[in-house]
């Protein structure tokens, strides 16, 4: 009986590696046949840096259309402090700074993998890296192929909260700051400082917001044309246009969006959502430093994992730290204590697949719940009558 449990145990290892190594392939194969013998490009968000960078230096605006290759509906919409870090990139021929783009992505993987494993003391493996890189619906690799800046941001986030995790607090609210000077609603992550620290936080999360503010205040008064028009770009990415160009992703608000429209609660049912994320972001937040008494790793995963959900933009391209939480929550059962929980996750799973259609949402979440009812099936520590 024993060698036959074994010999179980050793098959289902290898349909998992199995699977896993053929949708790795399905993604590349995939990868040369329309992007690198086919008319889909890569690096597209890359561009609109250097659209911007050009369209600055020669006194235009950098937030109208960033149509220097050819029409399109995007713009930049970075913050003007982020502007002058891309204003470097006058100084560069295009196609030498796609490899370099692309060169920095490659090295923001590694050093998200080489850093939140660290934290969490996961397997440094080749099935770990490849369920990272190809697992979910191939999330991290499309986001990777996008160009965003969102994986350089993210290489910057994994090393602050290891800074956090080893109590060098300043560094951590520091390096957040900076990312939060291209995307703003980075700053959630210093909700991990609370959730670990509690009010000894407080000075720090003072000193960040003040930076942060005075910072965009000083662009202001250099650019203030050029400030105005970035205004506007936000404000019309909170617009239902813009969610309904690029999707209302899939953080609370995309799930608020996706319920309303399921069952056609309200007309506008974008305001609710929006409403409805400004209310689950103070009731969870308030919760998560309030209660929360687990270990430390347990608190940056269980952090990780609201911030995603409140994140009013959340996209692929911002999965890349969230996944090795969630493998961190896996095998320690956190999830799956018990059966109660067990069916209550499983529910809600079945629930958030249903009501997503958001165009970067499905297969990440289809993938990520059968990921989370199986692993333990295939992975389990110890058979019975082993």
Known sequence: MNKINKKIYKNKELILYFLLILVSYNIILNFFQKNLFGSIGILGDAKLYYCAATKFKLNMNPYDFADCNGKTTMHYQYSLIGLYFFYILNFLKFEIYKFIWLFLEIISFFIIIKYCFKIFDLKKNTFNFFLVLF???????????SGNISIILYALISISIYELYKRKIFNFCLLITFVAIFK????LFLLLGFGIYKKNFIKYFTFTIIFALSLHFFSYLLEPEYFKNYLNIIFYS???EYYQNLGSGIGIIGLSDGFIKLFNIFANNLTVSKFFWFFILLILSIDYILNFHENK????AYGVLLINLLNPYLMN???????PCLIYLTEKNIFLKNSKHNKIFCYASLLFIIIMHDRFSPLFLTSLFLFFISKNYFFEKKLNNL
């Open 297 to 300: 790793e347990s608190k940056i």
């Open 317 to 323: 391209y911002d999965l890349y730290i969230l996944i």
């Open 184 to 187: 703003p609603y980075l700053l």
């Open 135 to 145: 697992g979910f619906g191939g999330v991290c690799w499309t986001g990777l192929l």
């Open 238 to 240: 909170m617009s239902g």
